[in-house]
Each structure stands twice: as structure tokens, then as C-alpha cells.
């Protein structure tokens, strides 16, 4: 339990310096509901609630479009949410309407029969095409969620080792200033 709250706090204060460092909306996605539960108790400890928003889960249409529209220009909110969740695809905020985005993890999907089967049919990629690609497929949607048009400018901050090991870094796109954040 020890090491698993030292982790939270460092995804913390990692995730506070980047959003502190240009003001603006941003979207922390994290793994699960319940690493985002524990992330975001963990952040408003340290950091408070002012401008925070936490995604719920099960939200209706009309909870879901609440949550999106505190995301004005110039109203420095940072909401908490689910990789692969409502908020990672489908949504439009355009320009200055959110300029960043967190991923925490590489978005692997929940262990399952399916996903095992898939696995074992493609024995030696079979990991990677049942966890690791729709994994970064997932990653990638969630950061879509930043540049929406042609003009938009962003900021992306991915929180997970993995992502400076080789196999990942060929999945990112060349454009991308990968480098380990201190």
C-alpha cells in the first residue's frame, strides 16, 4: 500500500508542474475508475479543488455535456477522466478550449477471455494485438482530444516508462518530442 501511494503522489506532482506550467484546460485521462478515484482524492489533497473536475461514472448525455462545458477559454480547469472513456473520443474542444492532455498508462484493456483467446491465436504478436496496440489505440484517441482542427495547438504529457522503451516509441508518431520528464 506504501509504494502504491508514493506512486500516486509523484503521478501528482508530475501532472500539477505540467498543468502548471502554461495555464489553460486540460484532461487527465487515467487507466480505470478506480485509479482515477484514487488519483484525483490523492491530487485534490495536496492541491486542492478549485477549477478540478472529476468524471463519474454511468453519466448521462446531459452530465456529460455539464462536464464539457466548463471547459471555456481561460477557465484553467483540469478535469479527471477515464482512458477509453466518454471523454476520450467523440468529444470537440476546440482551439484554446483545451490545450493539454495527461495519459496516464499505455491504456491497456482489461484482461479478458476474449483478449487472452486473441492472444493465443496470434501467439508471438498475440499480446500486442489483443493489449498493446488497442491499448495505444487509446492513448492516441484520448490525445486526439487536443488538436481538433488544423489551427489547434496542445500540449501532451504520457506518464508511463514504457513509453522511452523502443516498442512504444515506434507507435508514437516521429513528430512527437519524446524525451523523460523531470
Known amino acids: 500500500m506504501q509504494v502504491e501511494i508514493k506512486i500516486i503522489i509523484e503521478v501528482c506532482k508530475n501532472i500539477n508542474r505540467f498543468v502548471q506550467e502554461k495555464q489553460g484546460n486540460y484532461i487527465v485521462f487515467l487507466p480505470s475508475f478506480d485509479y482515477l478515484n484514487k488519483v484525483y482524492k490523492e491530487y485534490v489533497r495536496i492541491y ?18 455539464e462536464f ?74 484520448s490525445v486526439g482530444r487536443v488538436i481538433r482542427t488544423e489551427t489547434d495547438k496542445g500540449r501532451v504529457l504520457l506518464i508511463d516508462n514504457r513509453y522511452l522503451n523502443n516498442k512504444y516509441k515506434r507507435m508514437l508518431p516521429q513528430e512527437w518530442n519524446i524525451k523523460l520528464y523531470k
Open 48 to 65: 486542492g479543488d478549485e477549477n478540478i473536475l472529476l468524471q463519474e461514472e454511468n453519466l448521462s448525455e446531459e452530465k456529460k455535456e
Open 68 to 141: 464539457l462545458s466548463n471547459f471555456k477559454i481561460g477557465a484553467n480547469k483540469i478535469g479527471f477522466s477515464v482512458v477509453g472513456g466518454m471523454f476520450s473520443e467523440g468529444v470537440d474542444l476546440p482551439g484554446e478550449r483545451l490545450i493539454g492532455a495527461v495519459v496516464v498508462g499505455v491504456g491497456f484493456p482489461r484482461i479478458s477471455v476474449e483478449n487472452n483467446i486473441i492472444a493465443e491465436y496470434f501467439e508471438q504478436n498475440g499480446f500486442d494485438y489483443s493489449y498493446t496496440y488497442p491499448g495505444m489505440n487509446k492513448v492516441f484517441q
